[in-house]
């Protein structure tokens, strides 16, 4: 299915295409899954032989918003939401299950809408897997390198009677997450457009006097009324003036709930989530429209960074040394708008870099926001120095991966004012020129970029030079070709 075929209203399609109704993207399940199957069974095989088994995955279940009966809205775990599955085992429900929650589906009807080979209750999974006469049950049994949590691992009623294998799954799994199919990079594609679309809405929409949380509900609202896309794959971070410093604001103790002042920097950081794959863009403007001197200076330096890394990537080049690409670019950035001196070669070895941006240059991205596979077995280690090591991962860049790509700089005193009072990095600050900026919150530009075979292409698709900014939040249009043109002849 292309990314952009729309459905119409008469229109009938197989049970196993997924839609969000007309205007949302078509996506067959079936066609899918089955390419993410066969890549997952081939790395099998290479590993274990002819003799594979059943890989068995537990998938997620309801879960209660503490000790009430009131159910968090449901998301299905990640790696059995990947494979797709082959053989389904769904409960067996009861029949007042349908006065509260609607019609009760049979296995025929299951099977048809997941394109799956065959649908069973779960108790009689004993029983199937028994008639399968498999010489092992594969189960996933890791860590999230991210989280630091468990993988969710298969269990039923009858599994010690089987031999169980825990260790060649997850990392197979994780390793084959990291580089997407075609198939799943349209579905990204598709999230990023919508995502792009309503950033461009929030731009318009923002004004001094609001509340972060108005943006929020701008940003949602657009991606669920206009695609379809009911889910946020993550807290969204609407912050304004000093809360644009807080790497992760939005959280429960500060939950984008300032006033937006008039000279203020905003820093809106959202995505959305369609069949259950991200997006996750960020972008940066005034709140009134126009930037200050030292807004342009502090946004075209990070941006300086974005634009050398979308140039350097391609398939083969290391991660870190993508981190340390943008750290040059932004340093040479803030030099030549004189709030750092020196020399910037200094600079990177003294890791002043990661007083300015201590988070990673970006993440794998898919099923999960902070997608899995960045520290694996037999990949680059993470790194032990300042910023290099809070990149979530170190791997050499392959055509197919996703990646965001988000540099920043943050006038935070948590970083800066350490940095101002140290002998090794002081003389190196223009400390007036920093001091005037401390508490003005940051700047961040994201973009998911996924690896092709001789470059890279952008998936988001929203104002980033200073003059496409200022021109979008006075109304003008999006994207502006014949401001694009200008600002290229």
């Not at 010489?135 to 009858?158: K, M, T, V």
């Not at 941006?303 to 750290?327: I, N, S």
């Amino acid at each position: 299915m292309g990314a952009f075929e729309n459905v119409k209203d008469d229109e009938r399609l197989a049970p196993d295409v997924y839609h969000q109704g007309p205007d949302t993207l078509q996506i067959s399940r079936s066609k899918l899954h089955q390419k993410i199957r066969a890549k997952v069974l081939q790395r099998m095989k290479e590993k274990l032989g002819d003799e594979l088994g059943v890989i068995l995955l537990q998938g997620g279940g309801p879960f209660h918003i503490h000790s009430t009966d009131m159910e968090g809205c449901f998301r299905q775990e990640g790696y059995f939401h990947y494979i797709g599955h082959s053989i389904l085992f769904m409960p067996r429900l009861p029949p007042e299950h349908a006065v509260w929650m609607g019609p009760i589906a049979g296995t025929e009807a299951v099977r048809q809408k997941y394109a799956v080979d065959a649908v069973h209750y779960v108790d009689e999974m004993a029983k199937v897997l028994k008639q399968l006469e498999a010489p092992a049950l594969h189960l996933l049994c890791g860590i999230n390198s991210d989280s630091g949590r468990p993988a969710l691992e298969a269990s039923f009623e009858g599994i010690d009677s089987f031999s169980v294998e825990r260790e060649a799954l997850f990392p197979i799994m994780a390793d084959c997450r990291a580089v997407k199919t075609p198939e799943e990079i349209e579905v990204m594609r598709y999230a990023n457009q919508v995502a792009s679309s309503a950033h461009v809405e929030v731009m318009r929409k923002c004004r001094p006097g609001l509340m972060e949380y108005a943006l929020e509900a701008v940003f949602l609202k657009d991606c669920y009324l206009l695609g379809g896309c009911r889910h946020a794959p993550y807290t969204p971070i609407c912050a304004s003036g000093p809360n644009g410093a807080v790497l992760h604001y939005g959280h429960a103790a500060a939950a984008n709930n300032r006033q937006i002042q008039d000279k203020d920097m905003m820093l809106m950081d959202m995505g959305c989530e369609y069949y259950a794959y991200d997006s996750d863009i960020t972008c940066s403007f005034p709140a009134n429209g126009r930037f200050t001197d030292n807004q342009r200076g502090v946004y075209e330096s990070v941006l300086a960074a974005h634009q050398a890394v979308l140039e350097a990537m391609r398939p083969g080049v290391k991660w870190p040394d993508m981190h340390l690409l943008a750290e040059r670019a932004l340093l040479g950035g803030l030099k030549a708008a004189g709030f750092v001196r020196g020399d910037v070669g200094e600079m990177l070895d003294k890791r002043l870099g990661a007083v300015f941006m201590p988070h990673g240059l970006g993440h794998l991205l898919g099923i999960d926001t902070h997608d899995v596979g960045g520290y694996l077995a037999g990949l680059p280690p993470r790194s032990t120095l300042p910023g290099l090591r809070s990149l979530r991962t170190a791997r050499v860049l392959e055509a197919g991966m996703v990646i965001t790509v988000e540099p920043g700089c943050y006038f935070n005193e948590f970083t800066m004012r350490p940095a101002l009072q140290d002998p090794a990095l002081a003389h190196l600050l223009v400390s007036e020129r920093i001091e005037a900026l401390m508490g003005t919150g940051g700047v961040r530009l994201e973009d998911d970029v996924v690896v092709t075979p001789d470059g890279c292409e952008s998936l988001t698709n929203v104002p980033r030079a200073v003059a496409e900014v200022e021109a979008v939040m006075a109304g003008g249009e999006w994207p502006d070709t014949a401001l694009s043109e200008q600002m290229s002849a």
